[in-house]
């Protein structure tokens, strides 16, 4: 009956779904629980597509928010720019809100499948590190050139996004990108992905197309990127270029590898624990603050994070759960 | 045109790419030897930076203003960057020498975050920019059709000297040449009976006290320094150094040089394009000449 396995992340999904919903319904959560729990589904998609390239293809992405950037651009300025959005309009009963705001969300996500092809193209050829740096420079140049172009509000930020997200949509994107993503490490394609991170030289050496292998999962991650950045753009309501720097980028890092590089799993639980300590050290740092007259500032939570991230490597490379997967991600084989 | 590529601009072209040129020597240094990118480098130059503004307070007390104490600035930057880049390598790098070399790059990412964000939350120092102090009094000469100012002299005397007691180190010394047999071959140099570890300790405190010499011109030409300072120019000689040939030692000096007149002539076009111009060289290497315009290939060994 090994059909049957596969429903159980399904069921999983359906009870966690449920429970939050039913929080939400009867009130026990308050708005500013809701807001968290959004975007800590957010930042699991953010975190496994970023695992997708750092750890399952063993690249090495620095830019990732750089991608959510033009995903949160894109799908904001068609909700937000009357002009599209009326156009879009003229069949109401074909082009209902919710169907342009999920049209937007694509639209956004294939904007940064291209941009990350653009990048991933000339850097993926190489072997080494090049990725890094190139995707790292491309993370500031994406903010220079957002915060020079009036058009999507300068340095202002973009406007006037229509709050879209809700719970229900993210939960659903989120569940998507892990089984697309589950499916795709757990296939034959994902197989080379693998084999690129394990061996490159071997993996070559087998008939792997590795450059092609490299290109596709870092403009997958990418498209999965893009996603997150309309999702995030359209629950906050405003897309601000500050948003997608280098801190946020290492942010996503850090989840990735504090949950062990290669496993979808870890890369879930870390994003909504790192989700959740964010805001467990801005309260914390406030308290200090306001009530104990301590005079420190926000900077700290980074410093917690950068010295998390060393101690991490230094002493558990492998991050929590190393490159094991919950049996809820693992696809059965069928007995031949 | 003629504004773009003007004398003038060239100056300040030669002036920006001793800065870079500085920075770039370390990083290009330090991948030659343990082949990592230390992403914490432009943090180094952070800390020279500030460790002249510290020096020049202090000793701004006992000493009169003038060469000498520009001097004991200079030096006293060098120990900051040299000082810092010796503890990440002692205790961030070092431990994961024979890890996978990603994991060096995380750890790198984080000592550059705990460099930056340390030193914006530390109340002494603080997330805002500081103006720098005028070390040397400020003094324009006219050659040509260019203005020059003692600084642009001072930035590429600086630079020279170090550069061509750098050159001596590596070539001369027996210092040097454990140097260039580490980065030929690690396993070999040390079977031959060089203490590796040393050798490597040395790199890092060379290559941080030349960004943090690097720090201190830069506080005294652009006159504003804070904790994120570091972070574009470390980009920037990155990519002048893989311009060069990454591991290649006169490629890095070349690549920056490029680099400064490059970005410089760029911004007096158009000022977004002279944020990006250093990228849009990155992938045109990547593309084109992948090695750099120094570099050798090298194939992979199986």
């Not at chain 1, 959004?38 to 063993?58: E, Y």
Request: proline residues 3%; aromatic residues 10%; contains cysteine.
């Amino acid at each position: 009956m090994d059909k049957l396995k596969t429903p159980r992340l399904l069921i999983a999904a359906a009870i966690f779904y449920a429970v939050v919903q039913v929080l939400i319904l009867t009130g026990v959560l308050n708005g500013y629980l809701v807001v968290i729990i959004n975007r800590s589904l957010v930042f699991v998609i953010l975190a496994v597509s970023l695992n997708l390239i750092n750890g399952i293809t063993g690249q090495f992405s620095l830019g990732h928010m750089g991608f959510a950037a033009v995903g949160a651009y894109v799908s904001g300025t068609i909700t937000s720019t009357p002009l599209i959005f009326g156009a879009m309009k003229l069949n109401p009963h074909l082009f209902t809100d919710n169907v342009i705001f999920l049209a937007a969300i694509v639209i956004g996500g294939f904007g940064a499948a291209v941009v990350g092809f653009l990048i991933g193209f000339p850097s993926l050829r190489l072997k080494g590190d090049y990725l890094a740096i190139v995707t790292l420079g491309f993370g500031e140049i994406i903010r220079t050139i957002l915060n020079n172009i009036q058009y999507v509000g300068g340095p202002r930020g973009l406007l006037g996004i229509p709050k879209f997200s809700n719970f229900t949509v993210i939960f659903c994107f989120t569940f998507l990108t892990i089984v697309l993503l589950r499916n795709l490490v757990q296939s034959s394609h994902g197989r080379a992905m693998l084999s690129i991170r394990e061996n490159e030289l071997a993996s070559e050496l087998s008939g792997v197309d590795t450059t092609k292998y490299k290109v596709l999962g870092f403009v997958i991650g990418a498209f999965f990127a893009g996603i997150a950045g309309g999702l995030l753009a359209h629950l906050l309501q405003i897309a601000h270029p500050t948003q997608y720097g280098f801190y946020a980028s290492a942010l996503i890092l850090i989840m990735v590898y504090a949950g062990g590089i290669g496993s979808l799993t870890g890369s879930i639980i870390a994003a909504f624990s790192l989700t959740f300590l964010t805001e467990g050290l801005r309260i914390g740092i406030d308290w200090l603050r306001d009530s104990v007259g301590i005079p420190i500032g926000t900077e700290w939570t980074m410093v917690v994070y950068a010295l998390l991230l060393i101690l991490i490597m230094l002493f558990r490379t492998e991050g929590l759960m190393g490159m094991r997967e919950s049996k809820l991600l693992i696809i059965e084989e069928k007995k031949v | 045109m003629g504004s773009i590529f003007s004398l003038q601009q060239i100056v300040n072209g030669l002036q920006l790419g001793a800065i870079y040129a500085l920075i770039a020597l370390g990083y290009t240094m330090v991948y030659g030897i343990v082949r990592l990118i230390n992403f914490a480098h432009g943090d180094f130059f952070m800390v020279g930076a500030y460790a002249a503004y510290g020096a020049f307070y202090l000793f701004n007390f006992f000493l009169p203003p003038g060469h000498f104490m520009a001097f004991v600035v200079l030096i006293l930057a060098m120990a900051g960057g040299g000082a810092v880049a010796l503890l990440a390598n002692k205790f961030a790098y070092k431990p994961l020498r024979y890890k996978p070399k990603l994991s060096s790059l995380v750890t790198a990412i984080g000592v550059s975050m705990l460099l930056e964000y340390t030193f914006s939350a530390l109340p002494l120092i603080g997330p805002s920019p500081r103006g720098f102090p005028e070390l040397l009094e400020k003094r324009m000469f006219t050659i040509g059709s260019a203005q020059v100012s003692n600084y642009v002299m001072i930035d590429l005397f600086v630079a020279a000297v170090l550069m061509i007691g750098l050159t001596f180190l590596i070539q001369k010394t027996a210092l040097g040449r454990a140097m260039r047999a580490v980065s030929q071959d690690k396993d070999a140099a040390k079977l031959m009976g060089i203490d590796v570890e040393k050798v490597i300790s040395f790199t890092f405190l060379i290559g941080g006290s030349f960004a943090g010499a690097a720090g201190l011109l830069a506080g005294l030409t652009y006159p504003r320094i804070q904790p994120y300072m570091g972070i574009l120019p470390g980009l920037k000689a990155f990519i002048a150094a893989v311009l060069g040939g990454i591991g290649n030692v006169p490629g890095a000096v070349l690549g920056a040089f490029i680099m400064g007149i490059a970005e410089t002539c760029a911004t007096a076009y158009n000022s977004l394009l002279g944020e990006g111009i250093a990228f849009v060289i990155l992938i045109v290497v990547l593309l084109l000449r992948p090695n750099g315009i120094l570099g050798e290939k090298t194939a992979d060994k199986i």
